[in-house]
């Protein structure tokens, strides 16, 4: 069994493992991704990792023309947009991830509701390098 | 669990004076310059005057000058700034929602009987970085899952319209309504960072094109305006520049005393009918994506320490960061059943001379945004306009006596609600 801490920073460490991982309460069986030392429904702090599907739809999203320091780095402006959004996973929660495989210069082509699947997107080099959670549309992956 | 008994003060507050620096962008002013000017505004609301020295404590909001101007431990550089020294100075974190907080601790202080008279404030500093390093700056207020994908608040509030479109089948046409209202009440407004009216900025664009030769471009109305990507572009779906609340400078000041003491600096005092405040989860925890639960609890905490509904409230300043928030937040606050909102916008009742009239001041959108000042900025408003002291845009044919001020700071991670009313 795993015995890393129900932390940001494991669900981090799995995503850089290609692995989306959520922790669900021993006691009430609640799930939660990213993971949680304590259960914020029942209360209780008995947890352990559950590896999710990546499979999911769109339930909410936005194409950003003016990005912090870090996507201007990847080459996205004003010109150049990118996707970002909230997937709802078929095990019932949602991540913030980013969507790709989409026109972001057409916002209104992408759709709320629509397919995805999940796709661990490598960013940086070196010391900087790490994953970041991405979802694809899942007509993409087939 | 412990049965909850129901929250009241103590003793009660009113609020006796209240004064605001002009927000803007301002190369010539720093944050000691405009806490000064909320603050000096704030003495001379004073009907019958007050001596600094019976001030007993300053609470002020701040979020993140820390980050604009890299300037920390702003609480002993205000009281030295107003002589309040060695009284004791405390900043509140809150996000946007940083002086509401404030406010409340300024409520809460007096009503312990600890303090009579409490000075609250809040104050930011933003227009000294470029529009990108504030956007990196505000994000640190969003929860790390948002911004380590690349989220913004221009976006987070993008995704949450997405999702309000989808469930209501709203449109970009509808906020256009939101935007349109606040430029007009902030064209009455003096201390408001863009003081025009949609049509005045259209008017001021082809005079403009005229006198440099260029083609003149013509705009049918306000909506084909706000259509025209060349003069408001997007900046992250669906928000556009002219959904989005400014960059900002400014600094607001209110002065709380208890009960017993109101008669001694005013004959219309303005009370504390009710606070609330609540904490949310954020897009991915959040039970709903188009409602927010910090506000839910905060108004309802509000509502039932002043024993007051939704339809009592006969105006209010909602936090209207971005156009599609002020539509999320009526909704919350019970002024409009969910996914009525948006068409209760665009048959007008929420303006000025519409039956439930919301951001008379011109809101986050156009009074502007200096983030840590704005809840005290709100209720500066709601003040004014239950003194009958809003000039212009004073709310007409109503004698108005309830209103309610709504601050939210980060991903619906903190909201404060507050009723003031005069009796």
């Known amino acids: 069994m795993d015995e890393r801490l129900f932390s940001d920073l494991s669900y981090q460490q799995f995503l850089d493992e290609n692995k989306l991982m959520g922790s669900r309460c021993r006691a009430c069986g609640s799930l939660s991704a990213p993971p949680r030392p304590i259960c914020v429904d029942c209360h209780k702090s008995e947890m352990e990792w559950v590896q999710l599907s990546g499979s999911g739809r769109l339930s909410a999203y936005t194409c950003i023309a003016i990005g912090p320091p870090f996507m201007i780095e990847e080459g996205y402006d004003r010109k150049n947009p990118y996707c970002v959004g909230v997937v709802e996973l078929d095990e019932g929660v949602r991540v913030d991830a980013r969507i790709e495989g989409v026109n972001a210069r057409q916002p209104e082509t992408i759709q709320v509701g629509m397919p995805l699947h999940v796709r661990f997107l490598p960013l940086g080099e070196g010391e900087d390098a790490r994953t970041c959670l991405a979802f694809e549309p899942a007509a993409a992956k087939a | ?423």
């Open chain 2, 1 to 423: 669990m412990i049965k909850q008994k129901q929250r009241q003060l103590a003793r009660n507050v009113a609020v006796v004076g209240a004064g605001m620096s002009k927000f803007g962008m301002f190369r010539d002013k720093d944050s000691k310059d405009l806490f000064a000017d909320a603050y000096l505004n704030m003495l001379a609301s004073v009907d019958k005057g007050v001596d600094p020295t019976d001030i007993d404590a300053l609470y002020f909001g701040n979020f993140t000058n820390d980050f604009f101007v890299h300037q920390a431990h702003w609480g002993p550089i205000l009281s030295d700034l107003i002589g309040l020294v060695p009284k004791p100075v405390t900043r509140i974190e809150g996000a946007c929602a940083s002086s509401a907080l404030a406010f409340r601790e300024g409520v809460l202080a007096i009503a312990s009987g600890l303090c009579d008279i409490v000075l609250v404030g809040g104050l930011e500093e933003m227009s000294k970085l470029s529009t990108e390093k504030v956007t990196e700056g505000l994000s640190l207020a969003g929860l790390p899952y948002e911004s380590e994908v690349g989220f913004t608040f221009p976006g987070i509030f993008g995704a949450i319209a997405t999702a309000y479109f989808a469930k209501y089948g709203a449109t970009r046409e509808h906020l256009m309504n939101v935007t349109i209202k606040s430029h007009a009440n902030a064209r009455l407004n003096p201390n408001a960072q863009y003081n025009l009216s949609i049509r005045d900025i259209m008017n001021a664009k082809i005079e403009k094109a005229g006198m440099q030769g260029r083609p003149l471009s013509s705009w049918s109305d306000e909506m084909e305006f706000l259509r025209d990507p060349a003069v408001n572009p997007m900046v992250a779906w669906p928000m556009h520049l002219f959904d989005c609340s400014p960059i900002s400078d400014g600094a607001s000041c209110m002065l709380l005393v208890a009960e017993a003491l109101a008669g001694q600096f005013t004959d219309t005092p303005i009370y504390v009918a009710g606070i609330g405040q609540g904490s949310g989860r954020g897009l991915h925890a959040c039970d709903d994506l188009t409602s927010f639960e910090a506000t839910r609890y905060a108004a309802k905490g509000a509502y039932e320490m002043a024993g007051l509904e939704p339809d009592d409230v006969q105006f209010a300043e909602v936090h209207d960061c971005f156009s599609v928030a002020e539509i999320l937040h009526m909704e919350d606050l019970g002024f409009f059943r969910p996914g009525e909102g948006f068409r209760a916008a665009a048959d007008g009742l929420t303006r000025l001379d519409g039956p439930k009239p919301i951001n008379t001041s011109g809101g986050l959108k156009c009074k502007g945004h200096p983030v840590g000042a704005t809840g005290i900025a709100q209720l500066f408003e709601v003040w004014m306009q239950l003194r009958g002291l809003a000039g212009e845009r004073q709310i007409p044919n109503k004698n108005v006596r309830v209103g309610l001020a709504h601050n939210l700071g980060g991903t619906g991670g903190t909201c404060s609600v507050t009723l003031l009313e005069r009796r």
